[in-house]
C-alpha cells in the first residue's frame, strides 16, 4: 500500500535555527497537508497546499512557517527561526482529491524538538 | 469556536464487552465528522466518516445533530482494537479539527 514518508524521524534543533521537515506524498496525490501535534494536545492543522499554492491555513501557520513543493515528489515545511513552543510532533498528510471527506493518509511524523 | 471534545482520556474494557467512545462537536453549520485511529507504533489512519454510514472492523458511529454527538461504538472488544482514537470534525474545507484523543486498551 502507499505510504507517506516523513523524514527525519526526529529532529533536534537549536533555538532561533532554521529547520526543513520533509515529506514525500503518495505519488498521484494532488492535495498535501501539514499538522502538528504538541505532546499531550491535540493534532492541529497548520496548512493545506494544491497546485503550488497554500489553499487554508490557521492560525498557528505565521510568517515562520513556509511551505514549498521544489520538485516533483517532495513537499517541505520550513520553520525559519525555530522557538522551544515549536518542539511537536509534524505530520504531513496527502490526498488525491480535496476537501477532509476523502480522507487523508498521514505519514509517520517528524518529531522536532528545540533546544 | 468550533471544537471537538472527547471526554475520556483513557478507557479500558474487557475483551468481548461493548465499547463507546465518546464525541462532542461544537459546529454552527452542516459538520462533517470522522474517526482516525493510531494504533502503537504506526500511523494516523481513516477509521470511518459520518457521511458513509459504513461499519469498519465492527466499528460504527452515527451523527446525532440534537445531541452534536459521534459516538464510536463496537459491540464487542476485541485485543488488536487497542489504540489512540481520534474523533475530527471538518467544516467543508481542508482543515481538520481533532479531539484529544481517547485510548482505547482492550485487555483478556
Known amino acids: 500500500e502507499p505510504e507517506v514518508t516523513q523524514t527525519p524521524s526526529h529532529q533536534v534543533t537549536q533555538m532561533g535555527q532554521e529547520v526543513i521537515l520533509r515529506c514525500v506524498p503518495i505519488s498521484n496525490h494532488l492535495y498535501f497537508y501539514w499538522y502538528r501535534q504538541i505532546l499531550g494536545q491535540k493534532v492541529e492543522f497548520l496548512v493545506s497546499?494544491?497546485?503550488?499554492?497554500?489553499?487554508?491555513k490557521s492560525e498557528i501557520f505565521d510568517d515562520q512557517f513556509s511551505v514549498e513543493r521544489p520538485d516533483g515528489s517532495n513537499f517541505t515545511l520550513k520553520i525559519r527561526s525555530t522557538k522551544l513552543e515549536d518542539s511537536a510532533m509534524y505530520f504531513c498528510a496527502s490526498s488525491k482529491w480535496g476537501g477532509a471527506n476523502y480522507g487523508y493518509t498521514f505519514g509517520s511524523g517528524t518529531r522536532l524538538t528545540v533546544v | 469556536a468550533q471544537r471537538v471534545t472527547q471526554p475520556e482520556k483513557l478507557l479500558s474494557v474487557f475483551k468481548g464487552a461493548p465499547v463507546e467512545l465518546k464525541c462532542n462537536y461544537s459546529?454552527?453549520?452542516?459538520?462533517?465528522l470522522f474517526w482516525y485511529v493510531q494504533y502503537s507504533r504506526q500511523r494516523l489512519q481513516l477509521l470511518l466518516r459520518h457521511i458513509s454510514r459504513e461499519s469498519i472492523k465492527g466499528f460504527t458511529a452515527d451523527l446525532n445533530k440534537g445531541e452534536t454527538s459521534f459516538h464510536l461504538k463496537k459491540p464487542f472488544a476485541q485485543e488488536e482494537d487497542s489504540a489512540m482514537y481520534y474523533c475530527a470534525l471538518s467544516q467543508g474545507g481542508t482543515a481538520l479539527i481533532f479531539g484529544k484523543g481517547t485510548t482505547l486498551s482492550v485487555s483478556s
Open positions: 497546499f494544491y497546485n503550488n499554492e497554500i489553499s487554508e
Open positions: 459546529y454552527s453549520g452542516s459538520p462533517e
